[in-house]
């Protein structure tokens, strides 16, 4: 995972630029990447520069506890924080899609138990994907229970901050897909598909409480 403390950095991708095509294309990846997230990046370090007492948290507890945050910064860590968050996440939940893509073990059986399929899941995915109103994100998380949910989120909020455990994520604002697929907002989730990293997803269901 990302460096999850202040001062953040832009953490490289784990792969090239161009290791998602044709799927997701080098432009695409660079220009989020690159320029997108160090936004992000940027504009979080600037928030709490003025906040010692913030400092000392990770990203994560940040997130996690959004109510306890300074009223005047707290919109803006929720933002800015949750940009680097899930931007992060997002990037770590992808690899090259050079080979079958399925999820596996545990995982595996609980999408079944939970969706009846994988291939049903793939297409109630793609409907709440589909149905993300304007920019945000849609995650498929781990609830105290054990069980699967599709968690829809507007903007940059997280799941941690709603006390999901997030397991992988497709990104569905504009600047994820545009240069690539224009308004086709279907075709890029399907590709999403070919290069979503399952064997992740599955690391962080074992390790989730």
Excluded: C
């Amino acid at each position: 995972m990302a460096k999850n403390e202040y001062p953040f950095t832009l953490i490289p991708l784990p792969y090239d630029d161009d290791a998602l095509e044709p799927y997701i294309n080098e432009e695409t990846m660079e220009v989020h990447h690159d320029r997108l997230l160090k936004g992000y990046v940027d504009r979080l370090n600037a928030v709490l520069a003025a906040y010692p007492q913030l400092q000392e948290l990770t990203l994560t507890q940040m997130l996690e506890n959004t109510a306890q945050l300074p009223p005047g910064v707290r919109q803006a860590i929720i933002n800015f924080g949750g940009g680097v968050f899930n931007h992060n996440f997002f990037f770590e939940s992808l690899r090259p899609g050079l080979y079958e893509n399925n999820p596996v073990g545990s995982l595996r059986r609980a999408i079944d138990e939970e969706f009846g399929s994988y291939e049903m899941f793939r297409r109630v995915f793609k409907e709440e994907a589909m149905s993300v109103f304007g920019s945000g994100w849609l995650w498929l998380v781990r609830k105290d229970d054990g069980g699967l949910l599709l968690k829809r989120t507007a903007n940059q909020d997280s799941p941690i901050s709603l006390g999901y455990t997030p397991l992988t994520v497709i990104d569905v604002w504009e600047h994820a897909y545009f240069l690539q697929y224009l308004n086709l907002r279907g075709d890029y989730i399907d590709s999403w598909f070919h290069v979503v990293d399952w064997a992740k997803a599955e690391e962080r269901y074992l390790v989730s409480p």
